[in-house]
């Protein structure tokens, strides 16, 4: 295979994010991952050029030596035996199924069965292809992993070897791992939802991969796509995890040196308890412990894998994103709570599907009730409504799910509920991207870094309706500059809906274009974009510089200037200029390191500008246009197009580049798109043009000839030359403008007998025959009414044709009658004509106004043809004059002459393209000569032939060349017209008519023949039949296709006669414009006047303003004003229009009836839920009025009324069955603040392994009974144990400990007064929390802290105080430990005996200790008592007082002296002052008591 070409190559790069590891968690990373994965991903796609079986050969040696697999390695007979009745193994595995070493392991004999032990890890030996026999699936990737397989390990395999793109967004999708049915609408709309969000937003989907449940619902979602969508299969990535000691029919799957493909059989008949895998998983990963038939060995992969994708970025355009994760739920059971309440616990955003059963029916139906409201007997009730085996659940497990349950209804934000039939909510893409941002917009974030993560989120998955409806509201006031980086990253991956919405949000293209900017875009062209090749060959032609200056950008403006000049033409000056060796190096891109911290991930802007540095463009819309466009990245060229200034000049321009660009683009599909883009350009500068000439003609016309400095000092009028823009060229205000040109100062009215009588007789000019468009030259009879008249480009081209008439007759008079061996006087008169046109010809081809150099101007002057043609009989004549003069070759010199004569005659040609009449027939003909070329190739092959073949037949031995020329080339060509040799059939024979020998100069040398017969002795009957070949294919076959190629390209100028007739015309207006009046040879006159002014009185050239206008900046500025004000009405003509289709108006008609019906069923929801809602508040009444009754009739009662007789019994109190309201439904229930501790209870203790005994809600309270409770008992040993109490469960240890006292340097006194002590160990005063024992805390009892709010007055720069609304805000000093997702307030444990706790020690030096001491005992208490935190238990808590330490001036000398001894002792530590603000990211009870403190001091919070 040929080596593929540089831009082969960058077609075939990644154009998607860059992946940036933040951080690598998982053990036995390989060494060979460590290499910087921007280029794994250009390897990745370079992949591509290989065959597929390097590629085989690469995967089947990587894997091997990177993933393992599990094997038992000592057989141990079960009790238990497999399905066929066969003895297994403990592994589960048979007899047969083990390695031999394992059935004769004698190093374990005697050993129990240890799976730590006798399961090892060997090289796997099933991976590659996957085929699922008889379903025409397309092939899929599998490979079988061990459970303790590195998630970076798979990770890379998935974005390496099996070239997955890095997600957008992570869907992890759980629940029933059996069949359950759904309603067939629930199921459409979880199969459409899915789809959309994950192939909209460039999703990976994981599940369990098999062929049941929620797996099944998932792959047959897949499957529906990909037969009705239009889009590739490839699109949807769904990874299936899977054991794979439970997949059936796994024996296919095993290949030592890969599968590729492996064929699989999915066989549900016969799989038993062993499930198959699911055939609409593109890519699956089977975990393997070793075992056989145990289900859930891969959920703490599956579990590791989503956090190590998770804690991934991508990066694009200086902007970085985490990649999210969601968890969808459908049905469950008792293993899909866990998971809930695990990613719940984690953070991960969870969808829970109403309607699809069991679980997720349960979470759904409580979902929206306040916590205190779900209790115990709730959740059996509701286990019983959704469960058939209730049995199963215990009184323990079903106080376990209340305390799950209630811990993931606590986090609202994080649980979305979709309940398809409420509010008219009919996209589950929607609500799984709006649960995202929901968790996003729950999480504490720093300033209003929450937005930009959620704006990042909404860019990455390329959802601008979810950025309307969720980003863009009037809860946040974006700042321009806030949306740069996202401007630039929504360019750079080509999303022009952003584009526009940013635009419409208040990005100004002025501030947000810089060089900076600009450069940091170019850097980040598509690989696959041609002007990126180009660029490349610009960069690569500067070494020496490269090596000269290592610290300049290897990219600056001036290549891109380089290549554009390259495309729009050497007529306009670089777009951007070279710097010069004086100018301050910049910085390589992006400049400067600006760092957004977005969750954790560090973020490089190149928007951001240092201070006092100006790198602003000339024009930023230019620049942001022709970036877009060279990429042929139509939206968003057109967007930007639509708020350019200059717009009729910038789309003629885009025009020129997509045209240039598709010359040289090798791909036909790009280029014909190039092409087709760059007429639509044409047609918008054509409408905006239209628009103005309508407007104003004189004003259009200006628009015409001005000089553009943004465009490379250029016009419009030029550059639509240049590129051959003829539409525009034809239209009527240009052609109008090119008319006035041609007649000069003279009106347009005027006919030419007029101008041509007053040519003849002068003294008519002075009449009332010619008039001007200037009244003062219409009223004037003196010189300046002369000049104007022979200025007129018209007459001087008239005056022209005379005189070259008369120098055709001339020169043919002398050729005919007066060539004498001594030149005439007429003769004399030629050289002098000729002389002057020669003087003309220099001054043509030396005239450069523009200052372009010589050699440019020369290469313009000779690409005219007919230049060259003037150029070609100017020499011949000089080459005829010197024969001419010499006495030796007169004939010759006069033969040369009469050949000039032709050349000067077909100049006649060129003379009369100005007629709309011959004008077209010249093109043509000129057209037709291009055909007749390629015509005589095909001619010449069959001349030739015919010519050889006949002259080698009839002639023998023809020594002579020329007479073998005549009879092979020139009788050949004549017999074609009718001229057929007559001793070609030897009818004509005629032996006297040619000589024998050959030695006869004038005759043909004879044929073969018969001397002693006088006939020819040649086969008469081969020449005859060649003959009749050769007129057959010569006069019927190739004239008829030169008829043909003259017919269609007489067809294809007669369609486009006009606009070729008036784009041919400009040449010569504009000659005719700047050439001198007097015509030749009295041009002369003129030459003299112009070679004094260049050559002694040192007067440079200047161009005539009537094609290139440079206007004044005042003019200039309120002419594109205008052009501007009208390219608006254009563009709402073209929205007018477009709406006016008949498709368009269908396609609207469509979506309002769509929106008719969504609007219809929301009114049908909510007069539903009015419904319900005024049920219940009529049930509720009548529950009221009822237990009114009751007490009246009591009261009444215990009167004495109604003594002896039996009161009526009321009606007992059914209580209404729990109604799953909608948000719409009833008011939203918003919990109160927790009557219990929470963190105290989650139930997995800090930092162990120990897990809390389940505590709901209600069970928390002592005085509840709890007959169940039996928690663990777990004290964790210290480092510090001599100040900490003793270890273990033993009385006689504890008896020694004094609580609700002073136990020597301890405190144990509660703020909330006396505890009580039950067996030796104090009570929890709040309640249960699942766990005895100390934990990881130091005493028994109440652990006191200190929390020191530190606090001053935020301040702007000119030391004002900065206020939100009418209210001040705080700045806090808090600190962070480099372990810590949160920050903290500077305070903590304090050691028995000490008053700062260790923590504040840590962040001030010492000398400051006794300072600070004394600032706490001024300081303002704000809270004292309990804290709830996730260290406590039944017999130990903390408790804490907060101290309020305020500066309330900036100057104060103890602030001062704080910020001067503010110093991190520990590395890990790190501090800063903080804006006070409800999101600010501290822990729960932090905040609490932040709150108190800004409430003190009225401040913002």
């Known amino acids: 295979m040929e080596p593929s070409s540089p831009r082969k190559l960058g077609r075939m790069q990644e154009d998607g994010f860059e992946l940036q590891p933040r951080r690598t968690t998982d053990r036995g990373l390989v060494s060979n991952l460590r290499r910087s994965t921007s280029s794994l991903f250009k390897s990745r796609r370079l992949q591509s050029t290989f065959g597929n079986s390097e590629k085989q050969e690469n995967l089947s040696s990587w894997i091997p030596e990177n993933i393992m697999k599990k094997e038992c390695v000592y057989f141990v007979e079960s009790s238990k035996m497999s399905d066929a009745g066969k003895v297994v193994c403990m592994c589960g595995y048979t007899r047969e199924q083990h390695l031999e070493e394992a059935i004769k392991a004698h190093v374990f004999q005697g050993q129990e069965w240890d799976p730590r032990k006798h399961i090892q890890e060997m090289p796997t030996d099933a991976f590659g292809d996957i085929v699922f026999t008889g379903l025409g699936q397309k092939e899929g990737k599998y490979v079988r992993v061990s459970q303790d397989t590195p998630s970076s390990v798979i990770y890379h395999l998935m974005t390496r070897h099996w070239g997955l793109d890095v997600p957008n967004l992570l869907i992890s999708v759980t629940g029933g791992a059996k069949n359950f049915n759904m309603k067939p609408r629930l199921k459409s709309t979880f199969?459409?939802?899915?789809?959309?969000?994950?192939?909209?937003?460039?999703?990976?989907?994981?599940?369990?991969?098999?062929?049941?449940?929620?797996?099944?619902?998932?792959?047959?979602?897949?499957?529906?796509?990909?037969l009705s969508s239009s889009y590739k299969e490839g699109d949807v990535i769904t990874i299936g995890v899977a054991t794979w000691g439970t997949v059936h029919n796994r024996e296919s799957l095993v290949h030592p040196t890969g599968g590729f493909p492996a064929e699989y059989v999915l066989d549900e008949e016969g799989q038993g308890n062993l499930t198959c895998l699911d055939s609409n998983h593109s890519h699956f990963i089977l975990v393997d412990d070793g075992t056989h038939g145990r289900y859930g060995v891969e959920i703490p992969l599956r579990t590791r894998l989503e956090k190590f994708i998770s804690e991934q970025t991508k990066e694009r355009g200086g902007v970085a994103i985490k990649i999210p994760i969601a968890c969808m739920v459908l049905e469950g059971g008792p293993g899909t709570l866990q998971t809930i309440y695990n990613a719940i616990t984690s953070g991960i955003p969870c969808v829970i599907m109403a309607g699809s059963g069991r679980v997720a029916d349960v979470i759904a139906q409580v979902a929206n009730l306040p916590i205190s409201e779900i209790t115990v007997s709730l959740i059996q009730k509701k286990l019983s409504m959704f469960f058939q085996e209730m049995?199963?659940?215990?009184?323990?497990?079903?106080?376990?799910?209340?305390?799950?349950?209630?811990?993931?209804?606590?986090?609202?934000?994080?649980?979305?509920?979709?309940?398809?039939?409420?509010?008219?909510?009919?996209?589950?893409?929607?609500?799984?991207?709006?649960?995202?941002?929901?968790?996003?917009?729950?999480?504490?974030?720093?300033?209003?870094?929450?937005?930009?993560?959620?704006?990042?989120?909404?860019?990455?998955?390329?959802?601008?309706?979810?950025?309307?409806?969720?980003?863009?509201?009037?809860?946040?006031?974006?700042?321009?500059?806030?949306?740069?980086?996202m401007m630039a990253a929504a360019l750079i991956s080509n999303k022009p809906d952003f584009v526009k919405l940013f635009l419409e949000n208040g990005v100004h293209l002025k501030e947000f274009v810089t060089q900076d900017t600009l450069l940091y875009l170019y850097e980040n062209l598509a690989p696959s974009c041609l002007f990126y090749f180009k660029l490349q060959k610009v960069l690569a032609e500067e070494p020496k510089r490269l090596a000269s200056a290592p610290g300049v950008p290897r990219l600056q403006m001036h290549h891109v200037a380089q290549v554009l000049r390259e495309l729009?033409?050497?007529?306009?000056?670089?777009?951007?200029?070279?710097?010069?060796?004086?100018?301050?190096?910049?910085?390589?891109?992006?400049?400067?390191?600006?760092?957004?911290?977005?969750?954790?991930?560090?973020?490089?802007?190149?928007?951001?500008?240092?201070?006092?540095?100006?790198?602003?463009?000339?024009?930023?819309?230019?620049?942001?246009?022709?970036?877009?466009?060279i990429q042929n990245r139509q939206e968003l060229a057109e967007i930007i197009w639509a708020q350019s200034q200059d717009c009729t000049m910038a789309a003629l321009a885009c025009s020129k580049l997509l045209k240039e660009l598709s010359k040289e683009e090798e791909d036909t599909d790009s280029s014909e798109e190039m092409l087709a883009l760059a007429e639509e350009y044409e047609l918008k500068a054509i409408g905006v043009f239209t628009e103005c000439y309508r407007k104003d003609e004189d004003r259009a016309q200006k628009l015409l000839i001005r000089v553009s400095e943004a465009w490379g000092k250029t016009t419009c009028l030029k550059l639509a030359l240049e590129a051959k823009h003829m539409t525009?060229?034809?239209?009527?205000?240009?052609?109008?403008?090119?008319?006035?040109?041609?007649?000069?100062?003279?009106?347009?009215?005027?006919?030419?007998?007029?101008?041509?009588?007053?040519?003849?007789?002068?003294?008519?000019?002075?009449?009332?025959?010619?008039?001007?468009?200037?009244?003062?030259?219409?009223?004037?009879?003196?010189?300046?009414?002369?000049?104007?008249?022979?200025?007129?480009?018209?007459?001087i081209f008239l005056l022209n044709i005379l005189s070259y008439f008369a120098f055709l007759w001339l020169f043919a008079y002398v050729l005919m009658v007066d060539f004498q061996a001594t030149p005439s006087w007429r003769e004399c008169v030629i050289y002098c004509w000729l002389f002057s046109l020669v003087c003309e010809e220099?001054?043509?081809?030396?005239?450069?106004?523009?200052?372009?150099?010589?050699?440019?101007?020369?290469?313009?002057?000779?690409?005219?043809?007919?230049?060259?043609?003037?150029?070609?009989?100017?020499?011949?004549?000089?080459?005829?004059?010197?024969?001419?003069?010499?006495?030796?070759?007169?004939?010759?010199?006069?033969?040369?002459?009469?050949?000039d004569f032709i050349m000067f005659c077909l100049r006649l040609m060129h003379i009369f393209t100005v007629s709309r009449i011959l004008g077209p027939k010249i093109i043509i003909v000129k057209r037709m000569m291009k055909d007749i070329f390629f015509f005589l190739f095909l001619l010449a092959v069959w001349v030739v032939s015919f010519g050889v073949a006949k002259q080698a037949i009839l002639i023998h031995?023809?020594?002579?060349?020329?007479?073998?020329?005549?009879?092979?080339?020139?009788?050949?060509?004549?017999?074609?017209?009718?001229?057929?040799?007559?001793?070609?059939?030897?009818?004509?024979?005629?032996?006297?008519?040619?000589?024998?020998?050959?030695?006869?100069?004038?005759?043909?040398?004879?044929?073969?023949?018969?001397?002693?017969?006088?006939?020819?002795?040649?086969?008469?009957?081969?020449?005859?039949?060649?003959?009749?070949?050769?007129?057959?294919?010569?006069?019927?076959?190739?004239?008829?296709?030169?008829?043909?190629?003259?017919?269609?390209?007489?067809?294809?100028?007669?369609?486009?006669?006009?606009?070729?007739?008036?784009?041919?015309?400009?040449?010569?207006?504009?000659?005719?414009?700047?050439?001198?009046?007097?015509?030749?040879?009295?041009?002369?006159?003129?030459?003299?006047q112009l070679l004094v002014n260049r050559v002694i009185l040192k007067i440079p050239p200047k161009r005539h303003t009537q094609l290139k206008d440079k206007l004044e900046k005042k003019e200039e500025a309120a002419l594109l004003s205008w052009e501007i004000y009208l390219k608006e009405n254009y563009l709402q003509n073209q929205q007018y229009q477009l709406k006016q289709r008949p498709e368009q108006r269908i396609q609207d008609i469509g979506n309002k009836v769509d929106t008719m019906v969504e609007l219809l069923d929301v009114d049908r929801t909510k007069r539903s839920g009015s419904l319900e809602q005024r049920l219940t508040?009529?049930?509720?009444?009548?529950?009221?009025?009822?237990?009114?009754?009751?007490?009246?009739?009591?009261?009444?009662?215990?009167?004495?009324?109604?003594?002896?007789?039996?009161?009526?019994?009321?009606?007992?109190?059914?209580?209404?069955?729990?109604?799953?309201?909608?948000?719409?439904?009833?008011?939203?229930?918003?919990?109160?603040?927790?009557?219990?501790?929470?963190?105290a209870r989650h139930l997995l203790y800090p930092s162990s392994p120990v897990p809390r005994f389940p505590v709901p809600d209600e069970k928390v309270p002592w005085e509840m009974e709890f007959v169940i409770y039996d928690p663990p008992f777990y004290t964790a040993e210290r480092k510090d144990k001599a100040v900490v109490d003793p270890v273990g469960s033993s009385l006689e240890l504890l008896s020694k400990i004094n609580y609700n006292t002073m136990d020597g340097l301890v405190d144990r006194r509660s703020f909330h007064g006396p505890y009580a002590v039950c067996d030796g160990l104090p009570l929890n005063p709040m309640g249960r929390t699942g766990l005895r024992g100390r934990g990881s805390l130091r005493c028994f009892g109440p652990n006191h802290a200190l929390h020191p709010v530190v606090t001053r007055w935020r301040r702007n720069q000119d030391g004002a105080v900065c206020r939100k609304g009418i209210k001040k805000i705080l700045e806090v000093l808090v600190i962070k430990h480099s372990l810590s997702e949160h920050w903290a307030l500077p305070g903590g444990s304090r050691e028995p005996g000490e008053t700062l706790p260790r923590k504040l020690k840590c962040v001030l030096q010492q000398e400051f200790w006794p300072s600070f001491e004394s600032l706490l005992k001024q300081g303002v208490e704000v809270y004292k008592g309990y804290v709830d935190d996730p260290r406590n238990t039944d017999n130990a808590w903390i408790e804490t007082v907060a101290i309020s330490i305020h500066f309330q001036d900036q100057n104060d000398v103890d602030l001062k002296q704080l910020n001067s001894h503010l110093h991190s002792h520990d590395p890990e530590v790190s501090f800063r002052w903080q804006v006070v603000d409800r999101c600010i990211p501290l822990y729960a009870n932090h905040k609490t008591i932040l709150q108190k403190v800004a409430t003190l001091f009225g401040a913002y919070y």
């Not at 899915?194 to 897949?222: D, N, P, Y």
């Not at 799950?404 to 909510?425: A, S």
Request: net charge neutral.
């Open 728 to 795: 525009f060229v034809s239209h009527g205000g240009v052609q109008a403008f090119l008319t006035k040109v041609w007649w000069g100062q003279l009106c347009v009215d005027n006919g030419l007998w007029r101008v041509t009588l007053c040519m003849l007789v002068f003294p008519l000019v002075f009449t009332g025959l010619i008039s001007f468009r200037e009244k003062r030259l219409q009223h004037e009879n003196g010189l300046a009414r002369v000049r104007a008249f022979f200025n007129a480009p018209v007459v």
């Open 957 to 1088: 031995n023809e020594s002579r060349v020329d007479w073998i020329f005549r009879g092979v080339v020139y009788h050949s060509y004549l017999t074609i017209f009718g001229q057929i040799p007559a001793y070609i059939d030897g009818v004509n024979f005629n032996p006297e008519q040619c000589s024998p020998n050959g030695t006869d100069p004038y005759k043909p040398k004879c044929p073969e023949s018969d001397v002693t017969l006088h006939k020819p002795a040649f086969p008469e009957w081969l020449t005859v039949i060649l003959l009749c070949l050769y007129l057959l294919f010569t006069n019927i076959l190739l004239l008829n296709v030169l008829i043909a190629m003259f017919n269609y390209t007489f067809q294809q100028v007669q369609e486009h006669t006009d606009q070729i007739w008036k784009f041919q015309r400009h040449d010569l207006i504009v000659e005719y414009h700047g050439r001198p009046p007097a015509p030749p040879p009295f041009i002369l006159l003129n030459h003299v």
């Open 191 to 226: 199969r459409r939802g899915l789809v959309k969000v994950a192939q909209t937003t460039g999703a990976w989907i994981i599940t369990g991969g098999s062929h049941t449940g929620v797996m099944k619902q998932v792959g047959e979602a897949v499957r529906n796509f990909s």
């Open 391 to 485: 049995d199963i659940f215990r009184e323990i497990r079903i106080v376990e799910w209340t305390k799950k349950i209630q811990d993931i209804v606590r986090r609202r934000q994080l649980l979305t509920v979709f309940r398809e039939d409420k509010d008219g909510q009919q996209d589950m893409d929607v609500a799984i991207l709006q649960a995202l941002l929901k968790a996003s917009r729950s999480h504490d974030h720093f300033g209003h870094e929450n937005w930009d993560h959620q704006l990042k989120l909404a860019v990455a998955w390329n959802r601008v309706d979810i950025a309307r409806s969720e980003i863009f509201t009037d809860e946040r006031q974006w700042k321009p500059s806030d949306l740069h980086p």
């Open 842 to 899: 220099a001054r043509q081809l030396f005239y450069d106004p523009d200052g372009f150099g010589l050699l440019k101007v020369a290469s313009l002057y000779f690409s005219n043809f007919w230049n060259k043609l003037d150029v070609g009989a100017i020499l011949l004549f000089i080459a005829g004059l010197t024969c001419r003069l010499i006495p030796a070759t007169l004939y010759t010199g006069r033969v040369i002459l009469s050949l």
């Open 568 to 629: 729009l033409g050497d007529f306009t000056k670089p777009l951007y200029p070279q710097p010069q060796h004086s100018d301050r190096p910049r910085l390589s891109l992006p400049v400067p390191h600006i760092k957004l911290n977005v969750q954790g991930v560090s973020l490089r802007s190149p928007c951001k500008q240092s201070p006092g540095h100006v790198t602003s463009t000339m024009d930023p819309v230019r620049d942001l246009l022709i970036w877009a466009i």
């Open 1177 to 1239: 508040s009529l049930e509720e009444q009548m529950a009221q009025t009822a237990r009114a009754l009751h007490w009246i009739v009591r009261a009444l009662r215990d009167g004495g009324f109604g003594f002896g007789m039996e009161a009526p019994a009321s009606a007992p109190q059914k209580a209404p069955e729990e109604q799953d309201l909608a948000p719409g439904s009833r008011q939203k229930v918003e919990d109160q603040d927790d009557l219990y501790h929470v963190n």
